[in-house]
Structures are given as C-alpha cells and as structure tokens.
C-alpha cells in the first residue's frame, strides 16, 4: 500500500492508502476520495484546476515536466512546491507525502 496525506482547504489532514499498482494519477484519486476539485481537462495539463502543494516530502517526487511547468507559471499563486495532481502517478514516489489542495473546488 502507498500512503500519503492530503490537507483539504479547511486544514484538516487525512492519509490515503492506496494499492500498489492502481494505474491512476493523484487526481483521479482525489475525485474518488471525494475531494471537490475541479479537474476542468480530465489530467492532460491543460487547465490547472488540480493544482496541489507539496507541503513534506516532495524530494521523491518525480520531476516537472515542461508541460506542467507552463500551465504552473500561468497561475499567480504558483509556487516551487507546486504541482498538478493529474501528472503525478500513485507510485512509491509518492509514499509519506503531504499535498495541500490549492486548485478550484467544484
């Protein structure tokens, strides 16, 4: 199991398990934990509504992708710890990481 913790806009924190192997990305998890975010482009990098913080252990994480990178610099509350939820995969990376919600709620 893959655990991680997300902080909602209230400030209060909940750790997901979530099997190893799942195939789905932090956004698609969060829908399906119930978490009300946007995700207006369905996980193609295009419109910044999954927008996360990264508030602990970010160094596993995988590194930004350029595409990732422009839609990030698009948003004025962007800032080094942030990433979009639809291009980070639910793997070992992301195991003992805290995210903050941070993009447009539904």
Do not use: W
């Not at 655990?3 to 909940?14: A, S, V």
């Not at 799942?22 to 996980?43: D, F, Q, R, W």
Request: contains cysteine; proline residues 3%; negative net charge.
């Amino acid at each position: 199991m893959i655990q991680f913790t997300i902080e909602d806009r209230t400030g209060e924190r909940q750790t997901l398990e979530i099997p190893e192997g799942i195939g789905l990305n932090l956004m698609e998890v969060l829908k399906a934990s119930e978490y009300l975010i946007l995700a207006t482009c369905g996980g193609m990098a295009l419109c910044a509504t999954c927008h996360v913080g990264v508030l602990d252990g970010g160094e596993n994480l995988p590194s930004v992708s350029d595409a990732e990178l422009d839609i990030l610099d698009t948003l004025p509350s962007a800032t080094s710890c942030s990433r979009l939820a639809c291009q980070l995969r639910v793997d070992e990376t992301l195991q003992g990481t805290t995210f903050q919600l941070l993009g447009e709620e539904e």
